[in-house]
Nanobody
C-alpha cells in the first residue's frame, strides 16, 4: 500500500525558514514527478513547486528565489526548503506523487499526503 508521509511543518516567524520532507513508502516502481502544493483557508489548493524524475523544476511565481525543491529518487523522498517565509505562506502543505507506478505493475496514478501545517507569524 502506497503512503506519503510529510514532516517538518510548524510555526515560524516571518523571515524564518522551514524544511519539509515527504517520504513515499510501499512497493514503488517509479514516480514521474513529485511536488508540493498548499491550501490556505478559503482558498483553492495551488502548486508550490514540482520536480520531475530527471530533476527539472518549476515553482509558483511567488515562491521563486525563496523555496527550493529537491528529491532523492533512491529514497522516494522529496524535500522543500523554504526561506524568507511570509505570513501569506501560511497554509497546509501537501506532498504529491504524480504518475506513481507500484508493484505489481498496473497503471500510473497520483497520490497525496495528509498535509502538514505551516504557520508564519508576522
Amino acid at each position: 500500500q502506497v503512503q506519503l508521509v510529510e514532516s517538518g511543518g510548524g510555526l515560524v516567524q516571518a523571515g524564518g525558514s522551514l524544511s519539509l520532507s515527504c517520504v513515499v513508502s510501499g512497493s514503488i516502481f517509479s514516480i514521474d514527478a513529485m511536488g508540493w502544493y498548499r491550501q490556505a483557508p478559503g482558498k483553492q489548493r495551488e502548486l508550490v513547486a514540482r520536480i520531475t524524475r530527471g530533476g527539472s523544476t518549476n515553482y509558483a511565481d511567488s515562491d521563486k528565489g525563496r523555496f527550493t525543491i529537491s528529491r532523492d529518487n533512491a529514497k522516494n523522498t522529496v524535500y522543500l526548503q523554504m526561506n524568507s517565509l511570509k505570513p501569506e505562506d501560511t497554509a497546509v502543505y501537501y506532498c504529491n506523487a504524480e504518475g506513481l507506478r507500484s508493484l505489481p505493475l498496473r497503471g500510473a496514478r497520483d497520490y497525496w499526503g495528509q498535509g502538514t501545517q505551516v504557520t508564519v507569524s508576522s
